[in-house]
Structure formats: C-alpha cells, structure tokens
Nanobody, 126 residues
Framework: QVQLVESGGGVVPAGASLRLACAAS????????TAWFRQAPGEDREFVAS?????????AYADSVNGRFTISSDNAKNTVYLQMNNLKPEDTAVYFC??????????????????WGQGTAVTVSS
C-alpha cells in the first residue's frame, strides 16, 4: 500500500503563486507515475499534471495549466511538488495527488491511478 498526503493549499489573490506538496509513504518503490488532479465544486475531477519514474520521464500537463504549473520530484523525500504560478480564479479547486503502481491506460485519467490523497484546497480570489 501507498499513502499520500497533500499540503500547501490556501487562499491567494489572482496572480499569486503556491507550491503544493505530496508526501508518499509505504511501498513507495512501487510507484511508477505520480499525478495531480483537481476538482472544482460541482465538477468532475480533472487532470492537471503527471510525471513518471521519479519525475524523469513522461511529464505532461493539462492545456489549461501548461506554462504556469510545474511538477517536480524530490526522490530522497518521496515527495512530489506542484509549483503553481500566475494563479487564476478558475484554478480554484481541491487538488489531489495520485499514484500509479503499474502503467495502464492514459495517465491523464482518474481510472489509471491506484492511490489517492485526501486533497488540499486552493482558492484564488479575483
């Protein structure tokens, strides 16, 4: 089993930056891909960013965040980060970390992931 704990959310004005962290514990050696998803009120959970094999390959971003968000990894700390710059009100959501223990399907889909964190809330005011 893998446990994921997110942190770093908060309330910020438009244009500000935040860095989210996802700390993994348990069978971390089994993780192939780690991703960030987000879910706004009344909306489906949507893909934000992902990377595989300790952040070295298969780095991908949703079009809506490409150029503003950066996913990175500190493998010594078993932690994945999401640096979010130039935040917009439409980025307001609960952000979830997810981990995949074997490659299957598209890494941009909820169904591809085996483990999820509890989420951290981000609110961007206009």
């Amino acid at each position: 089993q893998v446990q994921l704990v997110e942190s770093g959310g908060g309330v910020v004005p438009a244009g500000a930056s935040l860095r989210l962290a996802c700390a993994a514990s348990g069978r971390t050696f089994s993780i192939v891909t780690t991703a960030w998803f987000r879910q706004a009120p009344g909306e489906d959970r949507e893909f934000v960013a992902s990377s595989s094999y300790g952040g070295t390959v298969n780095i991908a971003y949703a079009d809506s965040v490409n150029g503003r968000f950066t996913i990175s990894s500190d493998n010594a700390k078993n932690t994945v980060y999401l640096q979010m710059n130039n935040l917009k009100p439409e980025d307001t959501a609960v952000y979830f970390c997810a981990a995949q223990s074997r490659i299957r399907g598209s890494t941009a889909t909820v169904e591809a992931y085996d483990y999820w964190g509890q989420g951290t809330a981000v609110t961007v005011s206009s």
